[in-house]
T-cell receptor, first 110, second 109 residues
Framework: QKEVEQNSGPLSVPEGAIASLNCTYS??????FFWYRQYSGKSPELIMS????GDKEDGRFTAQLNKASQYVSLLIRDSQPSDSATYLC??????????FGKGTTLSVSS | KAGVTQTPRYLIKTRGQQVTLSCSPI?????VSWYQQTPGQGLQFLFE???????NKGNFPGRFSGRQFSNSRSEMNVSTLELGDSALYLC????????FGPGTRLTVT
């Protein structure tokens, strides 16, 4: 049974701080990794994808992948109150289908 | 480019009834996946269609079914509704990365 694990939180950070979100996955052959952001009452929005070991940066977001440790993380720099949401880690299941973690709730206080 | 659209957005049904949900993918996307989201179980994969063929299937009972048409639009059907089927049903279309529609909120009473 393939699994994706995330700390449910809530993770609370002050405005301007770095938020660090973590995710582990069980299937060693997984090749594609994604971070989605979901605001309350809305659908998930893709914010980052990463396919190879190392870091990938996009604006204030950095995704980090370590396949040997089966670990993927998301760093949010200069956190803003508008970043307050649930962050979902997803790993490819088969085809383009994804298996999701249950999400980490991030709260950024001003 | 228009995003993924889903209809209807909200639906209330009674136990034992059936329901059909519709999804129109982003233009050019041939893969459509369906997910169920509940507070307890999170986002769970239902099935994926590609070029009118079911390519992958999640661990849901046979009451859940789907299909895809030649224009890539997809429908999912749930027969003999149960209270536990109350959820947000999300459709995602993709080339490589999945983009979600707004979802259909189904309430079964």
């Amino acid at each position: 049974q393939k699994e994706v694990e995330q700390n449910s939180g809530p993770l609370s950070v002050p405005e301007g701080a770095i938020a660090s979100l973590n995710c582990t996955y069980s299937d060693r052959v997984s090749q594609s990794f994604f971070w989605y952001r979901q605001y309350s009452g809305k659908s998930p929005e893709l914010i980052m994808s990463i396919y190879s070991n190392g870091d990938k940066e996009d604006g204030r977001f950095t995704a980090q992948l370590n396949k040997a440790s089966q670990y993927v993380s998301l760093l949010i720099r200069d956190s803003q109150p508008s970043d307050s949401a649930t962050y979902l880690c997803a790993v490819n299941l088969a085809g383009t289908a994804l298996i999701f973690g249950k999400g980490t709730t991030l709260s950024v206080s001003s | 480019k228009a995003g993924v659209t889903q209809t209807p957005r909200y639906l209330i049904k009674t136990r034992g009834q059936q329901v059909t949900l519709s999804c129109s993918p982003i233009s050019g996307h041939r893969s459509v996946s369906w997910y169920q989201q509940t507070p307890g179980q999170g986002l769970q994969f239902l099935f994926e269609y590609f070029s009118e063929t079911q390519r992958n299937k999640g661990n849901f009972p046979g009451r859940f079914s789907g299909r895809q048409f030649s224009n890539s639009r997809s429908e999912m059907n749930v027969s003999t509704l149960e209270l536990g089927d109350s959820a947000l049903y999300l459709c995602a279309s993709s080339l490589n990365e999945q983009y979600f529609g707004p979802g259909t909120r189904l309430t079964v009473t």
